[in-house]
């Protein structure tokens, strides 16, 4: 299998496992999208990337000078594409600094999120919802004033707001064909799911979408055409415990994890959908690079 996890939480896991994780999951045939879930966050993940590829050319280069014998030094895993998000769980009151950085981000990379809304009543007392469509507006305004050559991949988190996130869409004028609108983890209601494919958006299905009656049914009807896959693990930020845990273990284990999510999330759906494993695959594998490019995978 060679895809691509289009919403990856990397900045999760422990930067000693960063680098190690990269080289795994590679010879699992799979590439990953950094989703963050802040824009300064974004930048601190960008910074450490730069740090551990310095640092990795560094070792490497030493190895091949002081070395005495014939050594083939390991290559620095090259930094994943970095998606800035602004996630409605993190959003607080006094955002313009996060805005600011949201917009800086734009010039060096044209993947953005997680973003999106969240209206489940757990998420509205810390974060209410007058809020979270402020910032999501502003965004958006950000997101039709910038220039790319390439269209801009949105992944867009929605809890009880997918109507929402539409309507916000189209009244900043949000351009359709400089944008590409990536649900995930969909769980909107089916006249949602069809105004977002009328739309020009995918779905990217987890194997947690296919635990309920309603992702199944959705990824039966979704043109097969708009189909994306992603894990959306870790499902949480490394602990202090795993931090210090081997980087190599670490990295081995999670690796194999999203391996084998990507390709229960690809027998499941071709077995929902009638058709053959490895024709879904192809499918799926045409609509990442029409989205994502081939150099992401």
Known sequence: MNTLDTHFHYDFLPPQARG????????????????????????DLEEAEHARLAADASLTSATSVTSTTSVTAATPAAAPPLSVGYHPWYMTPDYGSELNVFADALSRTRFV????????????????AELQMDILRQLFTILQGSESGAPTVLSIHTVRSASQVLDLAAS??????????????????????????????????????????????????????????????????ASADASAGPAADVAGALARGVAEALRSTIGELAQLRGIEE?????QIDHNTIRVFGADTR
């Open 20 to 43: 190690p994780f990269l080289e795994q999951i590679a010879g699992h045939g799979v590439g990953i999208i950094a989703q963050t879930l802040t824009p300064s966050g974004f930048l």
């Open 113 to 128: 999120g997680e973003i999106g809304l969240d209206f489940s009543p757990r998420r509205l007392e810390p974060v209410p």
């Open 278 to 282: 490895a024709e879904l695959a192809s």
């Open 172 to 237: 900043c004028g949000l351009d359709a064909a400089a944008t590409i609108p990536v649900f995930h983890r969909f769980a909107g209601t089916s006249d949602e799911l069809t105004r977002l494919i009328r739309a020009g958006g995918y779905i990217s299905v987890s194997r947690q979408m296919l635990e309920s009656k309603r992702g199944r049914a959705y990824v039966t009807q979704v043109p097969a055409d708009r189909l994306l896959l992603e894990t959306d693990l870790p499902s949480e930020p």
